[in-house]
């Protein structure tokens, strides 16, 4: 209770306001009605006012509780009421002489008076109240006659909180007057009171003062006149919560001919009050007040009298009851069945909402249309929507995916975003092939290597050992393809391997090959093409066989060979590696056979297979513009097997086969796996390295073909705007565009190359793999940007520079090519750039000298250097570096900075100035300063 209040503590202990607040007035604390008390004041106050009414209540007249008079349950009590109920319905006129001395004389000298007659604990009736009944009124909790002013009083006036009585009260009452709980007397009280007046505390005239306790004509708490006051006083005819004049008060009783608390602010003195209340002259004569009240409708006179007010029947005051009563029930209907209907609705809203809850999948980029559209709901709505969040847009305006979630989700929509589908791989996507339908296919060889390695001229000689060199007429067929016949078993040779054409089928995702030869020169070793042919298998995935030529000339080396390809993971068979060592000689023809058994041997373990019973598929090798046949394609079937007639498409490209030709120069009508071929049919070239496929019809592949039309064009447009580069490489990972990171190393020495090759794929990371697709030494060259334009790779190069021809085509390519000198640099900027801050580079930069020259004290400031500034110029931004002979004293900003008086950001050379340091005043004469900034370094 530590926060109970004045006039909660008063309502409780049936008292005053006034009477707590007079009890602690003492103290140095001032208190008010809406004070609040603590545990002690409360305790102070319970034992003050609380036991005394206790002792009173002993006696047998004992009241029944001031609240609830008519439950009470003392039988004794109710047998007393049985007397005074009879003349109480006869008796109507209380003004006669007789009646007027007998009360008198009860007040006067109650030990002469019956207590059966006028006081009983359940307050007796007179004019036919039930518990509480005094003169002309009925008080249940709050009535009177003329008045009726506190909880539990009547009469002309009322007397304690529970008592009530004819014209007196329980304790002690008298006629016209009603004193306090132990003070009664006739025109006086036990308490300085006289006359018409009664005093317990502050009362006067026809005044009232009790705690809870009304008098004739005035209330309680200081009031006069026609003025009633309970806890909160109100005087003349209006009263905010108590009543005066001719109205009866409760604890929000009604004022002589106002009303408030209910909100009939400005009535007049007949009007219905409260609630629980009634005033004017229908209370007087009701026989019971159940805390209704009725008033009549008529003007309230001035001139009349008091008695005045019993002309009143009682037969209209119980029709008014019943009235009252079944109004009161019909708006206790309507309020319940208001109340009753609110909180139904609401779960049912809950669960509209819960039904409303859409999913919607999301691009990456939408219009406010469109989105609107998904929602279903009108386009407007979401402009106002982000109108009012400070964004002004309009339906056509596009917004990423973040943004529309944020607003889907406002709108109980959930988002998830959309799976890109790459179409053209959707396309090319084909089935697992049956395990009973394959069968062994001829592996698909190609030849690599460094120029004049002897490339050439080993292909010539497997020619001439295994091939017809010449067909009819003496033509040698170059259709960039050809199969060799070793023992029965075929073998596919690519004529075309170039690094180009490679790189190229390599994008499009197909292995064009199956084995890699990778001839090396047994006299010159490994070489700069001989790196990049090994890189360029290793991201083909296909085995490589080392075919070490030259192997007759007196300078070979096939040991240096193999020791220079262990630095590139190709490790002999001898030497404790998978890679197979061939020793070749394309002059004397030697180890050729073996070459051949070797690439059959690899194919064997591999388990080279493929299934001819269904629709082609295979790559295109090489294609060009024929004059007399039109589009030419050579092209090399990897499944199926391909018919004279098939209608086919490659890329965006599309045709029906008119003929096919071998590699020998014959017209053939099929072609089966790993199989070269030229066909003419297509309406135009294809390019190298697209999928050529067969379709049902030409339509379908028409179809196809104009798909990688449009695709093509939108990857082009992504191709374009994606390109790697390390500025905006975490944003491309966070994105999700990024998975590896592919990176191309040139250096001008080999230990630079390796070194960062290690340092970089240690800083791969959950998010993005660090690849180093190829190192080499020297200059960066074209074929190294066509590389990193194919793997989407970044070129890193130390002390080397790109030629001219790399420099235009990294440019066109649109590839991200950065020179280092130092190694760390490019290690750091790898590392920050795949943790999405790729800061710039700052370095100090002097910007003038300042000499001191002298200094001056300041309360508040500490000590000023007075300077002149001997070279450049002092800013306000400006680091600044405190030498004293050849110790630095203080390195840190300018606190100020004035010319004279004035504050200024800059002084120039030959200037006088003043210069305080932001937390140092350790300064002297002669104190050299130096002022530096931090420029950006352009990278």
């Known amino acids: 209770m530590a926060n109970m209040r004045v006039h909660e503590l008063a309502k409780e202990l049936n008292i005053t306001s006034k009477d707590i607040t007079d009890m602690l007035s003492n103290s140095e604390k001032t208190y008010k009605p809406v004070s609040g008390l603590t545990d002690a004041e409360i305790s102070s106050v319970r034992k003050k006012f609380a036991p005394a009414p206790k002792v009173e209540n002993k006696p047998a007249a004992q009241p029944a509780k001031q609240s609830q008079p008519v439950k009470n349950d003392n039988r004794d009590n109710r047998q007393q009421n049985q007397a005074p109920k009879q003349p109480q319905q006869g008796t109507q006129n209380k003004s006669g002489n007789a009646d007027d001395k007998k009360h008198i004389s009860q007040v006067y000298f109650p030990q002469n008076s019956s207590r059966d007659k006028n006081s009983r604990r359940d307050n007796n009736n007179r004019d036919g109240q039930r518990d509480n009944n005094g003169g002309y009124r009925n008080n249940d909790r709050n009535n009177g006659g003329y008045r009726n002013n506190d909880r539990g009083n009547n009469g002309y006036r009322n007397n304690d909180r529970n008592n009530n009585g004819g014209y007196g009260n329980r304790d002690n009452n008298g006629g016209y007057r009603n004193n306090d709980r132990n003070n009664n007397g006739g025109y006086g009280n036990r308490d300085n009171n006289g006359g018409y007046r009664n005093n317990d505390r502050n009362n006067g005239g026809y005044r009232n003062n009790d705690r809870n306790n009304n008098g004739g004509y005035g209330n309680r708490d200081n009031n006069g006149g026609y003025r009633n006051n309970d806890r909160n006083n109100n005087g003349g005819y209006g009263n905010r919560d108590n009543n005066g004049g001719y109205r009866n008060n409760d604890r929000n009783n009604n004022g002589g001919f106002r009303n408030d608390r209910n909100g009939q602010s400005g009535n007049g003195g007949f009007r219905k009050d409260n609630d629980q209340n009634r005033g004017g002259f229908n209370g007087g004569q009701r026989r019971n007040n159940d805390r209704r009240d009725s008033a009549p409708k008529e003007e309230f006179d001035f001139s009349a009298k008091p008695d005045s007010r019993r002309h009143d029947s009682r037969i209209d005051s119980k029709k008014n009851d019943r009235k009252r009563d079944n109004e009161a029930k019909e708006n206790l209907k309507f309020a319940n069945s208001r109340f009753d209907k609110k909180p139904m609705t609401k779960p049912e809203k809950k669960e509209k909402e819960e039904e409303t809850i859409k999913q919607l999948v999301l691009p990456d980029t939408l219009t406010i249309k469109e989105l609107a559209d998904k929602m279903k709901v009108a386009p407007a709505a979401l402009v106002k929507k982000l109108f009012l969040q400070g964004k002004v847009v309009t339906i056509n305006e596009e917004i990423d995916y973040d943004a529309a979630e944020e607003i889907a989700l406002e709108f109980n929509c959930i988002c998830e975003h959309e799976e890109k589908v790459d179409v053209i791989a959707e396309l090319l996507k084909e089935d697992e092939e049956p395990e009973d339908k394959l069968v062994p296919r001829p592996p698909v060889v ?466 006088e100035c003043g210069m305080v340091f932001e937390k140092f005043n350790d300064i002297q004469p002669e104190d050299m300063i130096e002022a530096h900034i931090m420029v950006e370094v352009p990278r």
């Not at 000023?864 to 630095?888: F, H, L, Q, Y």
């Open 446 to 911: 190609c030849v690599m290597g460094h120029v004049d390695h002897g490339k050439t001229s080993l292909l010539d000689a497997i020619r001439e050992t295994h091939v017809t060199a010449k067909e009819s007429g003496g033509i040698t067929q170059k259709i960039g393809a050809y199969q060799v016949n070793v023992n029965g078993n075929l073998i596919t040779f690519l004529d075309t391997p170039g690094h180009e054409a490679f790189t190229a089928m390599r994008m499009r995702g197909a292995q064009a090959t199956d084995i890699a030869i990778l001839v090396v020169a047994a006299d010159d070793g490994v070489m700069p093409q001989t790196i990049e042919a090994i890189n360029h298998a290793k991201a083909a995935g296909v085995e490589i066989i080392v075919a070490v030529n030259k192997i007759d000339k007196p300078n070979a080396n096939i040991e240096k060979v193999k020791q220079e390809l262990t630095e590139y993971g190709l490790i002999a068979e001898d030497w404790g590696g998978s890679t197979t060592f061939v020793p070749v000689s394309a002059h004397t023809k030697q180890g050729i056979d073996e070459l051949l058994d070797m690439i059959l041997l690899t194919a064997e373990v591999n388990e080279l297979k493929a299934n001819p019973d269904r629709k082609a598929r295979g790559i295109v090798i090489e294609a060009e513009l024929d004059k007399g046949r039109g589009p030419v394609a050579s092209i090399l079937v990897q499944k199926g097997t391909l018919h004279v007639g098939d209608a086919v498409s490659a890329g965006s490209c599309y045709g029906k086969i008119r003929a096919m030709i071998d590699d020998k120069g014959n017209r053939v009508k099929v072609a089966g796996p790993s199989t070269p071929v030229e066909i003419l049919g297509l309406n135009d070239v294809p390019n190298a390295g697209e999928i050529i496929m067969a379709a049902d019809s030409e339509k379908e592949a028409r179809s196809i073909a104009e798909t990688f039309i449009s695709e093509g064009r939108k990857k082009l447009l992504d191709d374009t705007k994606h390109k790697v580069s390390l500025d905006a490489l975490f944003e491309q990972i966070q994105a999700g565009n990024m998975k590896e990171l592919n990176i191309i190393i040139k250096a001008d020495v080999q230990g630079s190359v390796e070194a960062v090759k290690s340092s970089l794929v240690r800083l791969s990371n959950e998010e993005v793999v660090v690849k180093v697709i190829h190192g080499g030494v020297g200059n960066v060259n074209e074929s190294d940007v066509v590389l990193a334009s194919a793997s989407n790779a970044i070129i890193i190069a130390f002390n080397v520079k790109p030629d001219n021809q790399a420099r235009i085509v990294a440019e066109r390519e649109k590839v991200d090519l950065r020179l280092y000198s130092v190694i760390y640099n490019a290690i750091e900027d790898v590392e920050a750039a795949l943790k999405g801050m790729l800061e710039p580079i700052y370095e100090e930069k002097i910007i003038g000298h300042a000499r001191i020259m002298q200094i001056f004290k300041a309360s508040g400031v500490g000590n000023i250097a007075g300077c002149i500034v001997e070279e450049g110029r002092i800013t306000r931004d400006s680091v600044v570096r405190i030498t004293r002979g050849s110790e630095k004293v203080y390195e840190g900003p300018i606190a100020s900075l004035k010319h004279f008086k004035d504050e200024v950001k800059e002084i120039k050379a030959g200037t």
